[in-house]
């Protein structure tokens, strides 16, 4: 399965009128590859390449996976912060 054909070999203003929301930079002309700026732009292609149309499952999952992210950068933080204190 290749990415949304429409998008194909598009500049990213024509590939962004096509697909209706901003993000994707790049779609290769084969629909091989291609590049957004976020992972929800990446995913929105991913769902639309693939004739899915209820977004509602993914888009709480990448709200779960980002809220995790940034807990674990958070922790990560904290045990830098942590160890930097406790060499001094």
């Not at 500049?11 to 779609?27: K, M, N, R, W």
């Not at 929800?40 to 980002?66: F, H, I, K, N």
């Not at 933080?77 to 942590?82: C, F, P």
Request: aromatic share 6%; with cysteine; glycine share 12%.
């Amino acid at each position: 399965v290749g990415l949304y054909n429409p998008c194909r070999g598009k500049s990213a203003e024509d590939i962004e009128a096509e697909l209706g929301f901003p993000g994707i930079t790049f779609v290769h002309n084969s629909g091989f590859l291609g590049q957004g700026n976020t992972l929800e732009a990446g995913l929105r292609l991913c769902m639309v390449s693939l004739g899915l149309t209820d977004s509602a499952p993914l888009m709480q999952w990448l709200e779960t996976y980002e809220a995790g992210r940034v807990e674990r950068e958070r922790e990560r933080d904290a045990a830098g912060v942590a160890a930097a204190t406790s060499s001094e």
